[in-house]
């Protein structure tokens, strides 16, 4: 089992920068592949980024790609989502997950233990 505390989330402009952070308790960090979803209401939790069990392999959503990066410290426990030239589109609820798959990680039913989410709004 694990369990994920998201920080980082808070108001910022348009072309701002944020970086979310996610840590994990437990000794067996390095068995999860770790995803970021975002949520707003009345809508579905849609897939942000995800990195693979030992960081080597990370994968985006076409709507972040080239403006968030995702990224693990295995040593630490902890996944970050550094997120650049914001949006107000990106205002968003985020989560961090974490999944034993291996593949179709986009797919948010594929993530067993969920964070508790961070406010993340970006003014114009």
């Known amino acids: 089992q694990v369990q994920l505390v998201e920080s980082g989330g808070g108001l910022v402009q348009a072309g701002g920068s944020l970086r979310l952070s996610c840590a994990a308790t437990g000794r067996t960090f390095r068995s999860y592949g770790m995803g970021w979803f975002r949520q707003v209401p009345g809508k579905e939790r849609d897939f942000v980024a995800t990195?693979?069990?030992?960081?080597?392999?990370?994968y985006s959503a076409d709507s972040v790609k080239g403006r968030f990066t995702i990224s693990r410290d295995n040593a630490k426990n902890t996944v970050y989502l550094q997120m650049n030239s914001l949006k107000p589109e990106d205002t968003a609820v985020y989560y961090c997950a974490a999944t034993t798959g291996d593949d179709l990680l986009w797919n948010r039913h594929l993530y067993t233990y969920w964070g508790q989410g961070t406010q993340v709004t970006v003014s114009s």
């Open positions: 990195i693979t069990r030992s960081g080597g392999s990370t």
